[in-house]
């Protein structure tokens, strides 16, 4: 017998378990909180600028230094937060940030993600997440109620609405190619159809299925949504030339402009012609709280797979999505993976295990954040909230259609509305395209509010979100004074 060494191992020092454990205490804990309750404070008292003036290469040089080797005390580093970070960050909280689609977020959810970050659960597998996971089933199964689907729909959260149509478009995949998991695609990859104005998410998916981008196929728009006559004349050409669909996908809430395709004209196309209706409703799926809007989603039940992200109009801290599907089938069956030293149940068990449905391993349990904010909001604060984003817009599509410097694009279905500055109308298009695009900069940077820009119709435009609820109408009227005052130094 050989002797063996028998090593101890050294203990962390004592500096690093004391660091460790002191900051694990209220006081630290409060020191962190108490700066994203300051910013919540400030902003609401339209306090300091909405965004940075500095360039990337100014903020670069703030942060110009070696990778530490010795920690620091929390002081300097809560310090350090409040004059380094705070200050240029987007201020979404701010009510003249009316920019991309995303939140100021719920205070409540907000705090809950710290508590999420200290449990730590991850949502892959039941084992290390029991209450994670049954919460997520819980919440999924009231959103799939929601939408309209019946027993035996299924879903999981995501990181957003890129993952769920991604995930959603694997399972229809999966049917249109049953082998594909096994063998790859083949020659004759199917078509996907989908919306002039989908989002980039629905496009990248085709290409990243493996189906070619050129196998992607945009049906044209009428008033901004995807048009029926056009859908069904391309799935009977389609079908003519023996040519496979795999999945239609209809937008709900368009990006550029918040339209909302008519789903049911869509849903009895796809039914006529047997094809997969995935809906994007990353944006407008929490009009499903509404009762005002709710009518927009008219047909939504009937899709086979939905992508809804909690993270846009329900106001949850990225991240947060969710794919649904009609029959939980489908997305059992999108990932016919095992991993046998995760997944163990046997046929016929409920499946709670949540990561044989998703692309991701290790997962964030962001289930807690959204379980917390319909405790503490409910669908019908929700659905106030969505109405007065809706509302405040539409208030704004009437400012402009009053003022002579501005012109509408469209009229408002949600919380999104694209217009231009058009000054005293002596310019040309082109001329136009210029100065919306310089004074979209030159107002930002200004630090007054913050707007995003976008193409329509080949021309540029400017573009808002409200999902801000101290933005009032007093805000509106400010952003177009401040966004005209920039235009006509241009
Ligand atoms: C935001 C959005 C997406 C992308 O979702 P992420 O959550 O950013 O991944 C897709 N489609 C629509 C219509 C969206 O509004």
């Known amino acids: 017998m050989t002797d063996i060494a028998h090593t101890i191992a050294p ?19 409060r020191a962190f909180t108490g700066l994203a309750a300051d ?47 705070l200050p240029d960050c987007n201020h979404l909280y701010h009510p003249r940030y009316v920019g991309h689609q995303i939140a100021g977020p719920l205070p409540a959810a907000v705090w809950m993600e710290s508590v999420t970050a200290a449990l730590n659960q991850s949502v892959a597998v039941f084992e290390m997440s029991p209450v994670g996971t049954v919460l997520e089933h819980r919440v999924i199964s009231w959103m799939c109620q929601l939408a ?13 609405g890129t993952e769920a ?38 496009t990248r998916a085709g290409a990243e299925l493996g189906l070619g981008m050129r196998n992607v196929l945009a049906i044209r728009s009428r008033d901004l949504k995807m048009d029926p006559v056009a859908l069904r004349e391309a799935l009977s050409e389609l079908g003519r030339a023996g040519r496979r669909v795999m999945a239609v996908v209809a937008t709900a809430g368009s990006t550029a402009t918040g339209s909302f395709d008519d789903l049911d004209a869509i849903a009895s196309i796809c039914d006529q012609y047997g094809v997969w209706l995935h809906i994007d409703a990353a944006h407008g799926g929490s009009a499903l709280f509404s009762e005002v809007h709710r009518e927009k989603l008219r047909g939504i039940q009937r899709a086979r797979s939905i992508a809804w992200d909690p993270h846009k109009m329900m106001l949850l801290p990225s991240q947060a999505g969710m794919i649904l599907v009609r029959d939980h089938h489908d997305l059992d069956s999108a990932f016919s993976q095992r ?17 044989t ?56 279905e949600c919380n999104i509305l694209c217009f231009r500055y058009v000054g005293d109308r002596a310019r040309g298009d082109e001329a136009l395209d210029m100065v919306n695009r310089e004074l979209r900069e030159r107002y930002n940077l200004s630090g007054e509010g ?6 329509l119709h080949g021309r540029r435009v400017l573009r808002v979100t409200m999902m801000n609820p101290r933005t009032t109408s007093a805000d509106v009227s400010d952003i177009l004074d401040g966004l005209a005052a920039v235009g006509r130094t241009l």
């Open 148 to 160: 309209g689907f019946p027993d035996g729909s299924a879903g999981t959260l995501t990181t957003g």
């Open 357 to 412: 449905r998703s692309f991701i391993c290790s997962r964030r349990a962001d289930v807690f954040k959204l379980w917390v904010a319909l405790q503490r909001y409910g669908t019908d604060g929700l659905a106030e909230l969505y109405d007065y984003f809706c509302a405040l817009t539409h208030q704004m599509w009437e400012a402009i259609a009053e003022r002579p410097d501005f012109e509408a694009m469209h009229e408002p």
């Open 450 to 455: 913050w707007i995003t820009g976008t193409n």
């Open 339 to 355: 991993a046998p030293y995760l997944f163990n149940q046997s046929e016929g068990e409920r499946v709670w295990d949540q990561g």
């Open 39 to 85: 910013y919540f404070v400030q902003t609401r008292n339209r306090a300091g600028r909405v965004s940075t003036q500095h360039t990337p290469a100014g903020l670069a040089a703030r942060f110009d230094e070696p990778l530490p080797r010795d920690g620091q005390s929390i002081d300097t580093i809560v310090s350090r937060i409040r004059s380094d970070i």
């Open 11 to 29: 203990l962390p020092s004592p500096e690093i378990l004391s660091r460790i454990e002191a900051d694990a205490d209220a006081a630290v804990a």
């Open 165 to 202: 149509t991604f995930t959603a478009l694997l399972a229809a995949r999966g049917v249109a190619i049953p082998d594909a998991w096994m063998n790859g695609i083949g020659s004759d990859p199917p078509v996907l159809l989908c919306g002039e104005h989908t989002h980039y998410a629905v």
